[in-house]
């Protein structure tokens, strides 16, 4: 279950950043020719992506916080 809601929090943050970012004008695919307006959703998409893995350290954390609340020997003890 928390694999899945870390993997959550990390999707939804990478979505508001890459929206934010189309939004406001910060970052843009390029679209002055046919085939850079083909490859403007797999652009998006990767730069979605980036932001995603960007969000690992703090998945780490959350992951790590649980752990230590838990104790470490109930996961060790299996």
Do not use: N
């Not at 939804?12 to 020719?33: C, H, K, N, Y």
């Not at 085939?35 to 998945?59: D, E, N």
């Not at 230590?68 to 109930?74: D, H, I, L, P």
Request: proline residues 4%; contains cysteine.
């Amino acid at each position: 279950m928390l694999v899945g809601v870390c993997a959550l929090i990390c999707a939804i943050g990478a979505l508001i950043q890459t929206s934010v970012e189309l939004a406001t004008g910060s970052w843009r695919p390029d679209t002055d020719s046919a085939v850079r307006k083909l490859f403007a959703l797999p652009r998006i998409w990767l730069r979605w992506q980036v932001h995603y893995f960007k969000g690992t350290p703090v998945i780490l954390l959350i992951a790590a916080g649980f752990i230590w609340s838990e104790g470490g020997s109930v996961f060790l003890d299996v």
